[in-house]
């Protein structure tokens, strides 16, 4: 016989009538129904567990899904609580290293880490109400992930008017529609400021490369509309008048942006790091290379691709010789006694390397600072052991923000100011070494 229906009640009200056999006395319906109106939290999540192992129908499953989507942002609110107890409410000093720590707690890249923390920073400080609203549920991740960038520039007067906008308006939105409500609100609210935060933005102009799966990658343009517009006209019509018969116009495109890299590595007036002019450095190994074995290549600032790939690339390159070890696949020592890094040890640290050695810190070893662990005044030697790629922002973090670098056993140690220590593992050389 069904149960009676009853009145949604808060979670904890109804664990406390039924304990954690509530699924053996009320139907899963009967849960959602308290579910979906429920405050988020652990108990939440205790009963939305237990429905997660039922048999349900589409439409069940369905409302599960939604109560999860809550729960997600409930999760997302108490970690921003945690970001700031370790990161601090706001920067400790300009450089703001406490972002580091907690980037590496989370796992992220620092570039990746800085923009979690400034999330959680203004969403427990300067806009708390897309905090609470990310708490109940009733903004999802991405949607408060937008309207917090969208009024983390403007003063508490103005995040204010913007979220008293749209957030009544949040539930029936999808994400995209609730980005279009922002836009309108921000104009609504302060048209005046539009013209200045432009002239801001602008000042903020980049260019990154972002990395992707199969040996590809993305090159994204943070630019002016008008410039951004200018730049995909220009690449557009070229490709237009250039493709290949039955060539696709995207692939056209990237091969009018590819092209005109390529000419411009051509010019000789192009300024080096740590000596070389810019070039494509890419290893493998002998037998690769001659295509005896199917090794994997590493790209520098990449990462591993397929040997065929690196087959080509190789064909027309200028090789340089630099032997590894065939126990270890590092590259084998050789010291030098300046304190300038001559070009064959430098080349020796960034191929070995590859990246600077924070962990989780993607910027590629040729455009990094060789940094001395132990300080030439201090005795230190300018060799392979002594010496790491650091990006020039954590190489002044190592000598002026209290993190220490240490070396246990070849590996390298970083140790934070909190005391947590996190072991960087150094890759082999040889990319047939895994």
């Known amino acids: 016989m069904q149960a009676d229906p009853i009145v949604p009640e808060h979670v904890s009200l109804v664990m406390d009538r039924f304990g954690t056999d509530v699924l053996d006395v009320l139907t899963a319906t009967q849960v959602l129904d308290v579910l979906e109106v429920?405050?988020?939290?652990?108990?939440m999540v205790v009963l939305a567990h237990e429905l997660q192992s039922r048999v349900l129908n589409d439409l069940d499953l369905s409302r599960l899904l939604s109560v999860w989507q809550r729960?997600?942002?409930?999760?997302?609110s108490r970690m921003d609580i945690a970001i700031v107890a370790i990161a601090g409410d706001e920067p400790a000093s300009s450089v703001d290293y406490g972002r580091e720590e907690a980037?590496?707690?989370?796992?992220?890249?620092?570039?990746g880490g800085m923009g979690r923390v400034a999330e959680a920073r203004l969403r427990t400080g300067r806009v708390p109400e897309v905090g609470y609203a990310l708490a109940s549920g009733?903004?999802?991740?991405?949607?408060?992930?937008?309207?917090?960038?969208?009024?983390?520039r403007f003063d508490d007067a103005l995040a204010q008017a913007v979220c008293d906008r749209v957030l009544p308006v949040a539930?029936?939105?999808s994400r995209s529609e609730f980005k279009t409500a922002i836009e309108k609100a921000v104009i609504a609210v302060d048209a005046a400021g539009a013209a200045t935060r432009h002239i801001k933005a602008k000042r903020e102009r980049s260019v990154t490369l972002v990395r992707h799966p199969d040996n590809m990658a993305e090159i994204v343009a943070y630019t002016t509309a008008v410039e951004a517009e200018s730049v995909y006209d220009a690449l557009h019509a070229t490709a237009v008048r250039d493709r290949l018969p039955g060539q696709r116009i995207d692939n056209a495109r990237a091969d009018v942006l590819v092209a005109w890299a390529n000419r411009a590595h051509a010019e000789p007036d192009l300024p080096r790091a740590h000596g070389r002019r810019p070039e494509l450095r890419l290893t493998m190994t002998m037998e690769s290379f001659l295509g005896f074995t199917d090794d994997p290549a590493v790209l520098d600032g990449y990462g591993p691709i397929h040997p065929m790939l690196a087959r080509e690339l190789a064909g027309g390159a200028?090789?340089?010789?630099?032997?590894t070890d065939a126990r270890?696949?590092?590259?084998?020592?050789?010291g030098r006694q300046t304190y300038t890094a001559p070009q064959s040890l430098a080349d020796h640290i960034t191929t070995r390397d590859g990246t600077c050695r924070l962990v989780g810190c993607a910027q590629p070893a040729k455009r990094c600072d060789l940094d001395h662990r132990k300080e030439w005044q201090d005795g230190g030697t300018t060799d392979p052991d002594n010496m790491s790629a650091l990006c020039e922002r954590h190489h002044v973090m190592r000598h002026k923000g209290n993190w220490r670098l240490d070396q246990d056993d070849g590996q390298l140690m970083w140790i934070t100011p909190a005391g947590r220590e996190y072991l960087v593992h150094q890759e082999p050389v040889d990319p047939s070494f895994v």
């Open 171 to 173: 539930l029936k939105k």
């Open 318 to 323: 200028t090789l340089r010789r630099l032997i």
């Open 328 to 334: 270890t696949g590092g590259l084998l020592d050789f």
């Open 138 to 152: 009733t903004l999802t991740r991405g949607q408060a992930f937008d309207l917090t960038v969208a009024v983390g």
């Open 71 to 76: 729960l997600e942002s409930w999760h997302v």
């Open 38 to 43: 429920a405050a988020p939290g652990p108990q």
């Open 103 to 111: 980037a590496l707690a989370m796992r992220l890249s620092p570039r």
